[in-house]
């Protein structure tokens, strides 16, 4: 069996940059396809690695903002078609795990508030509701499509897992949840801190070649370093927040974004604490890859730490080292 780590996407934040793909990994086990989030270009990313959408058994979602969700439509819809086993049935369908509902629709302040809400009957909907309403925004092409084209039962195509979280006891790290699992592959996920975005995961594969876990978009958590523990490989996200400042609006600005994600200088001592092998980058803010380059991102990042730091980029893979 190969355990081998995609990244599809690199790029943080909505705004499509030139040069750098929507956030997304994959996680290939013994030919199985794992997604991690679906950012802009993922479905052809996902293709330009080589992956078969026959083989896309999960898609988990670390939080609903746009960056990480927006070519979910794609990663299941464009794919559909190839969906079939040899005798011509279905094949099982595409799950997708993601947050559950929020308890409440966050409030804001003085500064940041909304103005209008959109969809008010539901305004903070979690996984499964968005795959209801992707399936239900495409009943055109899902019934009519079959009309014209040998199409796989489209009431096959994908379920949807809203993951349920504990409350959070005390100081002590939340216990990961059990997502999935079976003899080869098993996904737990915690909750970490992603400003209002709640709630908001990161994701361990546990795997006979090793573990990588996913930190999703968060400031330095607890959680997420409890959940590293260990782990072969931590994809983790990085932004440059000075850089943001210099080139933003101002100090309001500052102050949200400093409680939005783990700033370049503090990824370092994540990856320590969590003593991982090796530390992988995603997620760059700013995401033009001209505004700071590869090896500035690493070399930053690996302050206080002891493994290998490497600047991940987009189509970049890495096998996992079955332990000898
Ligand atoms: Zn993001």
Same mark, same amino acid.
Request: glycine share 10%; charged share 25%; proline share 10%.
């Given at each position: 069996?190969?355990?081998?780590?995609?990244?599809?996407?690199? &790029?943080?934040a909505p705004l499509p940059v030139a040069g750098r793909g929507g956030i997304s990994s994959a996680l290939i086990v013994g030919g199985r396809v794992f997604v991690v989030d679906c950012g802009r270009g993922s479905p052809s990313a996902f293709a330009n690695a080589g992956l078969d959408f026959s083989r896309l058994e999960a898609v988990f979602l670390t939080h609903l903002h746009a960056d990480h969700t927006g070519d979910l439509p794609g990663m299941l819809?464009? #794919?559909? #078609?190839?969906?079939t086993g040899d005798d011509g049935s279905?094949?099982?369908?595409?799950?997708?795990?993601?947050?559950?509902r929020p308890g409440a629709l966050p409030e804001g302040d003085a500064v940041f508030r909304r103005q209008t809400t959109i969809h008010p009957e539901l305004p903070a909907p979690g996984t499964t509701d968005l795959v209801q309403s992707i399936l239900a925004g495409y &009943?055109?092409?899902?019934?009519?499509?079959p009309l014209d084209s040998r199409m796989p039962d489209a009431g096959a195509l994908v379920r949807a897992f809203d993951i349920p979280l504990?409350?959070?006891?005390?100081?002590?790290?939340?216990?990961?949840v059990a997502v999935? #699992?079976?003899?080869?592959?098993?996904?737990?996920?915690?909750e970490v801190r992603h400003g209002r975005a709640a709630p908001a995961l990161a994701y361990r594969f546990d795997t006979a070649d090793g573990a990588v876990v996913f930190s999703g978009d968060t400031i330095v958590n607890d959680n997420l370093i409890a959940l590293a523990r260990g782990a072969d490989i931590l994809v983790?996200?990085?932004a440059d927040l000075g850089y943001l400042s210099r080139h933003g609006p101002g100090?309001?600005?500052?102050?949200?974004?400093? &409680?939005?994600?783990?700033?370049?200088?503090?990824?370092?001592?994540?990856?320590?604490?969590?003593?991982?092998?090796?530390?992988?980058?995603?997620?760059?803010?700013?995401?033009?890859?001209?505004?700071?380059?590869?090896?500035?991102?690493?070399?930053? &990042?690996?302050?206080?730490?002891?493994?290998?730091?490497?600047?991940?980029?987009? #189509?970049?893979?890495?096998?996992?080292?079955?332990?000898?």
């Open positions: 069996m190969v355990t081998e780590l995609v990244l599809l996407g690199t &790029a943080g819809l464009y #794919g559909w #078609g190839v969906r279905p094949l099982p369908p595409v799950r997708v795990y993601g947050p559950p &009943a055109y092409h899902l019934n009519v499509m504990p409350a959070q006891a005390g100081d002590a790290p939340q216990a990961p999935f #699992g079976d003899d080869t592959v098993r996904v737990t996920a915690v983790h996200q990085v100090p309001a600005e500052d102050e949200r974004m400093a &409680a939005l994600l783990t700033d370049v200088t503090e990824v370092g001592a994540v990856a320590e604490r969590s003593r991982v092998r090796e530390l992988i980058l995603n997620h760059y803010l700013p995401a033009d890859p001209e505004a700071i380059t590869e090896s500035e991102w690493a070399r930053r &990042a690996g302050q206080g730490f002891s493994g290998i730091t490497t600047a991940g980029r987009d #189509g970049m893979r890495r096998k996992l080292r079955p332990p000898e």
